[in-house]
């Protein structure tokens, strides 16, 4: 079965400063693909960064970037110069070929709160 | 604009009365999905649907039902609700599947008495 690990359910960070939201995943395909969402208190879901197994280099999006060990089955997100705008829950997501067909896994999430 | 709409966005119902939760997308999509979110346990998806007349069961489809009828629209059906069926429900849709950007409705809250 495949699964997703978050095993941060609350984190903080200070503005401007950096912080790393910690997720694990076990599935034993070799193709896949990796997700960060966010949900800020509007609900809204939103993706933050995408990463494709097969990639070597880590994903980057603005001040959002990822540390991707694929060995270790570990998907770190980086945040830097956090902003109060980044205050949300981020949920880590697995999505594997399959014979099951596209199920896409999420974490439990991790909220995130930011103070000025 | 381009978006997910769901209606409604809350709804208090009682046990056994059947609903139905509409999800619409202009995106002209062909990958669509239906999740629900519970405390402690993040996102579950519970069917979705590859193309017109397409639907496979993900996760937790158990009391659930789903059609595609037409490309834009994806309704979720709750024939006999039961109170454990409260929860928050997202629809979303991306171009062809799960690898691709999703795009989520802005969620339906379901109290089930």
């Known amino acids: 079965a495949q699964t997703v690990t978050q095993s941060q359910p609350e984190m903080s960070v200070q503005e401007a400063e950096t912080v790393t939201l910690s997720c694990t995943y076990d599935?034993?395909?070799?193709?896949?693909?990796l997700f960060w969402y966010k949900q800020p208190p509007s609900r809204q879901m939103i993706l933050v960064i995408r990463?494709?197994?097969?990639?070597?280099q880590n994903a980057t999006e603005n001040r959002f970037s990822v540390n991707f060990q694929k060995a270790a089955k570990s998907f770190s997100l980086k945040i830097s110069d956090s902003q109060l705008g980044d205050a949300a829950m981020y949920f880590c997501?697995?999505?594997?070929?399959?014979?099951?067909?596209?199920?896409?896994?999420f974490g439990k999430g991790t909220t995130l709160s930011v103070s000025s | 604009e381009a978006q997910v709409t769901q209606n409604p966005r809350y709804l208090i119902t009682v046990t056994g009365k059947k609903l139905t939760v509409t999800c619409s997308q202009n995106?002209?999509?062909?990958?669509m999905s239906w999740y629900r979110q519970d405390p402690g346990l993040g996102l579950r998806q519970i069917y979705y649907?590859?193309?017109?007349?397409?639907?496979d069961k993900g996760d937790v489809p158990e009391g659930y039902k789903v059609s595609r009828k037409e490309k834009r629209n994806f309704p979720l059906i709750l024939e006999s609700p039961s109170p454990n069926q409260t929860s928050l429900y997202f629809c979303a849709s991306s171009i062809q599947g799960a690898t691709d950007t999703q795009y989520f409705g802005p969620g339906t809250r379901l109290t089930v008495l």
């Open positions: 649907s590859m193309n017109v007349e397409v639907t």
């Open positions: 997501a697995l999505h594997s070929f399959n014979q099951a067909g596209t199920a896409l896994i």
């Open positions: 599935t034993s395909e070799s193709d896949y693909y």
């Open positions: 995106m002209n999509h062909e990958y």
């Open positions: 990463q494709e197994a097969y990639k070597q």
